[in-house]
């Protein structure tokens, strides 16, 4: 086991912001180890005020009672983008943020990981995410749907055909599911 310290010391990873599925987003060109420290998410401490108000789409909240903002310049780390089945995860370490690699990442991957829910609902969810696995699902939900669509078509055809005449859905249901 690494000593705390080393624990939190990120690795020396070759990481490049490049245009991703949500505008940008922030590449590794290395592979990268399970559980290694990859980066830290840097920021300037909020004022009483911004915590309060709570707007802007880089805070981080490095405690119960204190938060950063982290769009800043030299903080790369704010390219990370939100995955509902991310790469990556944050721990937190002496108020300061530490992404790590939740699972072994191949070179060229693009680093993410799951945001809080509070800033899922704000600013995520009114958009709908982007990220893969939400998007293969709403891809799934399409085709699914689509080939439903088309069955039901497919029916009703053949019933005109043999001219059958479903005095209501039950004649149509009966040919649905069996
Ligand atoms: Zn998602």
């Known amino acids: 086991m690494p000593s705390v310290r080393n624990k939190f010391r990120p690795g020396d990873f070759s990481l ?5 599925a949500t505008g940008r987003g922030l590449y590794t060109d290395t592979a990268i180890p399970k559980g290694a420290c990859i980066i830290e998410y840097k920021g300037r401490p909020c004022t009483e005020k911004e915590q309060y108000e709570n707007k802007g789409k880089y805070l981080f909240w490095t405690s119960d009672t204190t938060m950063i903002d982290g769009n ?3 903080n790369i780390a704010k390219f990370i983008n939100h995955a509902c089945k991310p790469n990556c995860e944050i721990d937190i370490h002496k108020r300061r943020i530490y992404i790590f690699a939740k699972r072994a990442i191949r070179a060229g991957e693009e680093l993410n990981f799951d945001y809080d829910t509070e800033y899922f609902e704000m600013h995520i969810r009114p958009i709908g995410c982007k990220c893969a696995s939400c998007v293969k699902k709403k891809y ?7 080939a439903t669509a088309f ?6 055809a ?3 055909r043999l001219s059958l005449h479903p005095s209501g859905s039950f004649a149509l249901d009966l040919l649905v599911f069996e």
């Open 16 to 20: 490049r912001v490049a245009k991703s």
């Open 158 to 160: 053949i019933m005109k």
């Open 72 to 74: 800043i310049p030299g």
């Open 151 to 156: 069955l039901l078509r497919l029916c009703k």
């Open 140 to 146: 799934t939900y399409t085709v699914a749907s689509t």
